[in-house]
Antibody, heavy 120, light 109 residues
Framework: QLQLQESGPGLVKPSETLSLTCTVSGGSISSSPYYWVWIRQPPGKGLEWIGS???????YYNLSLRSRITISIDTSKNQFSLKLTSVTAADTAVYYCDRFTVLQGVITKWGQGTLVTVSS | DIQMTQSPSTLSASVGDRVTITCRAS??????LAWYQQKPGKAPELLIY???SLESGVPSRFSGSGSGTEFTLTISSLQPDDFATYYCQQYNSYSPSLTFGGGTKVEIK
């Protein structure tokens, strides 16, 4: 049974960098046809796609966040990661790491999500 | 970027009601449209993919239709477990990128 688990600090100071890692278990991060995705949801608000990465390393980012985002993948550890720089209170959200299935065009596996609060 | 407009944002209904939620895309997305259900404190769950394909294990009272720019999610007979927030999501295979609609909260009338 594939599982995804987010990890990282739950509190980040304004202007600093938010760093999260997603550990994939029960399956290989190198399998296709999947992308590995980060999505966030501010408290009480809707879902926002942050970006996606393929196991070979190609990345695709939300244009509105592109200047602040880096998504990377470590196939040897079965992990992928998110870095978001220069955070503000507007970046406070539940961050989900997910598996996106290209053939269906949908997220077929969600992590449980982790709340990251930006506050001094 | 493709924008997704979902309506209504809130819907009040009773058990047994037929419920319809609409999602409009700012440009044609063929049938690259999915619907998710989210309950408080939980990750979303997939209901419908490719506009009208029912995900395995999802009750048949859920159905999806549409193509191009206009799509609907219908719940044929609302059940107590269906009170939740629903999101549409498009997939742009040329980018590739995802965009979600703003969500529809289905409340008890």
């Amino acid at each position: 049974q594939l599982q995804l688990q987010e990890s990282g600090p739950g509190l980040v100071k304004p202007s600093e960098t938010l760093s999260l890692t997603c550990t994939v278990s029960g399956g290989s991060i190198s399998s296709s046809p999947y992308y590995w995705v980060w999505i966030r949801q501010p408290p009480g608000k809707g879902l926002e796609w942050i970006g996606s990465i393929y196991y070979l390393g190609s990345t695709y980012y939300n244009l509105s966040l592109r200047s602040r985002i880096t998504i990377s993948i470590d196939t040897s550890k079965n992990q992928f990661s998110l870095k978001l720089t220069s955070v503000t209170a507007a970046d406070t959200a539940v961050y989900y790491c997910d598996r996106f299935t290209v053939l269906q065009g949908v997220i077929t596996k969600w992590g449980q999500g982790t709340l990251v609060t930006v506050s001094s | 970027d493709i924008q997704m407009t979902q309506s209504p944002s809130t819907l009040s209904a009773s058990v047994g009601d037929r419920v319809t939620i609409t999602c409009r895309a700012s440009q044609s997305i063929s049938t690259w449209l999915a619907w998710y259900q989210q309950k408080p404190g939980k990750a979303p769950e997939l209901l419908i993919y490719k506009a009208s394909s029912l995900e395995s294990g999802v009750p048949s009272r859920f159905s999806g239709s549409g193509s191009g720019t206009e799509f609907t999610l219908t719940i044929s007979s609302l059940q107590p477990d269906d009170f939740a927030t629903y999101y549409c999501q498009q997939y742009n295979s040329y980018s590739p990128s995802l965009t979600f609609g703003g969500g529809t909260k289905v409340e008890i009338k």
